[in-house]
């Protein structure tokens, strides 16, 4: 590393020959590019990086990406992400979404809708209901019901009837009647009427009779009497006649 006896600046190892081409750098450009660079860099780099950009990148992009991008993203991704995400999302959205979703749905919804729907239902449930309910209920109602009604009915009618029938019975109980009595009434009446009458009967009886008596004696007496007389006058006339006799014969 001695200096070149032609010129004191210029190392042997870079003066190749003094015959033949010079090929050298003087050292005070050494010393001078740390202050230059600086400079100059600002002003030459966007004039020829657009030249050199498109040559450089294809070539030099594989092979420092590997290596840089593990370094850089965790430091550059939480700046950038915010100002781009609202403006990449909706180009990006619909293009991947129908490819990403079936794949990510069946992992993912497991596992995040027990933990979400608590949080949600709440919240959407109001909102929603009134708008789906229409149209689900008729499709879904004709399905299900059969399924449901025989496990739960059991179940909530204990509960549910005690509170409800005295709402809706006088409420149902009028139009109900008419339609449903002639239906049930000749099936009902033959077995309930045995168990019903010797208990209600005395406490019925002496209400009704006076009222219905005046009524019904003059449509029945002349039917039942021609039919019920020969029967009854044989056991009746040897008891009353006695009594009956001393009161009507001075009459």
Same mark, same amino acid.
């Given at each position: 590393?001695?200096?070149? #006896?032609?010129?004191?600046h210029v190392t042997r190892?870079?003066?190749q020959?003094i015959?033949g081409?010079?090929q050298?750098?003087p050292?005070?450009?050494?010393?001078l590019?740390?202050i230059?660079a600086p400079?100059?860099a600002?002003i030459v780099a966007p004039?020829?990086?657009p030249?050199v950009a498109?040559?450089?990148?294809?070539?030099v992009a #594989?092979i420092? @990406?590997?290596?840089?991008?593990?370094?850089?993203a965790?430091?550059? *991704?939480?700046?950038?992400a915010?100002?781009?995400a609202?403006?990449?999302a909706?180009i990006?959205?619909?293009?991947?979404?129908?490819?990403v979703?079936?794949?990510?749905?069946?992992v993912?919804?497991p596992?995040? *809708?027990p933990?979400v @729907?608590?949080?949600v239902a709440?919240i959407?449930? #109001?909102? %929603?209901?009134?708008?789906?309910?229409? +149209?689900?209920a008729?499709?879904v109602?004709?399905?299900?019901?059969?399924i449901v009604?025989?496990?739960v009915?059991? $179940?909530?009618?204990?509960?549910?009837?005690? +509170?409800?029938a005295?709402?809706?019975?006088?409420i149902v109980?009028?139009?109900?009647?008419?339609i449903?009595?002639?239906?049930? *009434?000749?099936?009902?009446?033959?077995?309930?009427?045995?168990? %019903?009458a010797?208990?209600?009967a005395?406490?019925?009886?002496?209400?009704?009779?006076p009222?219905?008596?005046?009524? $019904?004696?003059?449509?029945?007496?002349?039917? %039942?009497?021609?039919v019920?007389?020969? +029967? $009854?006058?044989?056991?009746v *006339?040897?008891?009353?006649a006695?009594? $009956?006799?001393?009161?009507? @014969?001075?009459?």
């Amino acid at each position: 590393m001695g200096k070149c #006896p032609c010129n004191k600046h210029v190392t042997r190892e870079r003066h190749q020959s003094i015959r033949g081409v010079v090929q050298f750098v003087p050292r005070s450009s050494h010393r001078l590019a740390p202050i230059v660079a600086p400079i100059v860099a600002p002003i030459v780099a966007p004039i020829v990086a657009p030249i050199v950009a498109p040559i450089v990148a294809p070539i030099v992009a #594989p092979i420092v @990406a590997p290596i840089v991008a593990p370094i850089v993203a965790p430091i550059v *991704a939480p700046v950038v992400a915010p100002v781009v995400a609202p403006i990449v999302a909706p180009i990006v959205a619909p293009i991947v979404a129908p490819i990403v979703a079936p794949i990510v749905a069946p992992v993912v919804a497991p596992i995040v *809708a027990p933990i979400v @729907a608590p949080v949600v239902a709440p919240i959407v449930a #109001p909102v %929603v209901a009134p708008v789906v309910a229409p +149209i689900v209920a008729p499709i879904v109602a004709p399905v299900v019901a059969p399924i449901v009604a025989p496990v739960v009915a059991p $179940v909530v009618a204990p509960i549910v009837a005690p +509170i409800v029938a005295p709402v809706v019975a006088p409420i149902v109980a009028p139009i109900v009647a008419p339609i449903v009595a002639p239906i049930v *009434a000749p099936v009902v009446a033959p077995i309930v009427a045995p168990i %019903v009458a010797p208990i209600v009967a005395p406490v019925v009886a002496p209400i009704v009779a006076p009222i219905v008596a005046p009524v $019904v004696a003059p449509i029945v007496a002349p039917i %039942v009497a021609p039919v019920v007389a020969p +029967i $009854v006058a044989p056991i009746v *006339a040897p008891i009353v006649a006695p009594i $009956v006799a001393p009161i009507v @014969a001075p009459m």
